[in-house]
């Protein structure tokens, strides 16, 4: 059992597989509200719904989690690498205590959704979580990322700080 049991919906399917079946669902809704209202209209919509529902998931889940903000973040870092990993390719940069740099070099998410011509939904599904699981611990946790491979970069770039115990 995962802390990331609710959002992955079916144990089962593998978060890629989850996310082609979020997108076969988005990808119409989103065309026919830019056919409708405008692209810049559409989109800012659906952005915001999104990352509404984004941060109020991982904010539940961190808060199904028990142990200080830390060991929330661990929780669900540790079980999103779980989910991911087979999609993505990561060098590790530097990992101790105070930091943890790393680099995805191949992100299976980010063919995916420049095939379907729609990477900033693909932003907004996948690389908009780590910004939610740090934001759900406070600011015990806090992580940038300078570029992705979804919005063209070579790499993903992952920087997460931590506060000092």
Same mark, same amino acid.
């Given at each position: 059992?995962?802390?990331?049991?609710?959002?992955?919906?079916?144990?089962?399917?593998?978060?890629?597989?989850?996310?082609?079946?979020?997108?076969?669902?988005?990808?119409?809704?989103?065309?026919?509200?830019?056919?409708?209202?405008?692209?810049?209209?559409?989109?800012?919509?659906?952005?915001?719904?999104?990352?509404?529902?984004?941060?109020?998931?991982?904010?539940?889940?961190?808060?199904?989690?028990?142990? *200080?903000?830390?060991?929330?973040? /661990?929780?669900?870092?540790? @079980?999103?690498?779980?989910?991911?990993?087979? +999609? =993505?390719?990561? #060098?590790?940069?530097?990992?101790?205590?105070?930091?943890?740099?790393?680099?995805?070099?191949?992100?299976?998410?980010?063919?995916?959704?420049?095939?379907? *011509?729609?990477?900033?939904?693909? /932003?907004?599904?996948?690389? @908009?979580?780590?910004?939610?699981?740090?934001? +759900? =611990?406070?600011? #015990?946790?806090?992580?940038?990322?300078?570029?992705?491979?979804?919005?063209?970069?070579?790499?993903?770039?992952?920087?997460?700080?931590?506060?000092?115990?």
């Amino acid at each position: 059992m995962s802390v990331l049991d609710d959002y992955m919906v079916d144990p089962r399917l593998s978060l890629l597989e989850k996310t082609r079946i979020q997108a076969q669902v988005l990808v119409p809704v989103l065309r026919a509200l830019r056919s409708e209202l405008g692209r810049e209209r559409a989109d800012a919509i659906v952005k915001q719904a999104l990352r509404d529902w984004s941060k109020q998931l991982f904010a539940a889940v961190g808060d199904s989690v028990d142990g *200080g903000p830390r060991r929330k973040w /661990a929780a669900m870092h540790s @079980a999103m690498a779980e989910i991911t990993e087979q +999609a =993505v390719t990561v #060098e590790m940069r530097r990992q101790d205590k105070e930091v943890l740099e790393f680099d995805v070099t191949h992100c299976r998410f980010a063919e995916f959704f420049r095939a379907l *011509g729609e990477p900033e939904l693909g /932003a907004l599904l996948i690389c @908009a979580t780590d910004f939610d699981i740090a934001a +759900a =611990v406070g600011g #015990e946790v806090s992580f940038t990322r300078d570029q992705t491979i979804m919005q063209g970069a070579s790499s993903c770039t992952f920087r997460y700080k931590f506060a000092p115990r």
